[in-house]
């Protein structure tokens, strides 16, 4: 590949399980030679998933505005395989999505991307990723979401359970409030937590916390609709996307 950063593909054989095909991908990507692993020291890190359909400024701009906020040592970008809360009739094939958040990704230092979903294949759940970045004692991980992800938590696979395997990164755009958000989910999820100043405590000792971002009004949705068009998108998407998406002709016939 040409792409100039770190990505972690993983080969499974038909007879392993997902779990285990997950555990593989996060092995390389904390192995000693990878930028991930700093001198043995624990490590901070942002798991962003999404879909990235395709992946655009917005996406950066907010992993960018975050990364700081919680000083996190990486954002590891994890686009999914097969969401399950989405219709798969506007989605683009999984490896066109990874390979353009590759390239959105190419030229930040803090921002990796990983294929742990996408090899694993199939639906992907959030909680089956969580569970292999849990596991690990050299990693403190953050899960990014938005605050309408939040609202929608409690129909989330094993949703009582994520809150105890990351801290939960809660972001927040200029229009969306955070706490109409907590309130809209199960009493017996949120009787789980305690306040502490800004932050909500888990019973597990981990953190739900807010972060405002300014963020940039960027739609996937909107830039698959202005290609539809036969409308630009450049600025909208990084240009290695943009160039990618023409070459491969994607979103014309959505």
Known sequence: SSLRMTITRTRIPDNDSALKSFCLSIESLFAKT???FE???DLRVGIFGGTFNPPHLGHLRLAEEVAPLFGLSRVIFVPSHTPPHKSALHVAAPE???EMTCRACEDNALFDVSDMEIAAKGL????????VFAGRKDCEPFFILGTDSLREIGTWKDSERLFSLAHFTVVTRPGTNFRAAWAGL???TRAQFHEAGES?????????????VCGLDISSTRIRALVREG???RYLVTEPV???????KLYRND
């Open 186 to 188: 199960p009493a017996q």
């Open 124 to 131: 992907s759940y959030t909680v089956k990723t969580l569970e």
């Open 200 to 212: 909500l405590v888990h019973a597990s000792s981990t953190r739900v916390e807010c972060a405002a």
């Open 242 to 248: 943009r160039s990618y998406m023409i070459d491969k």
């Open 34 to 36: 990878s930028p991930f």
């Open 39 to 41: 001198d043995g020291v």
């Open 96 to 98: 066109h999505r990874l």
């Open 231 to 233: 409308q630009s998108v």
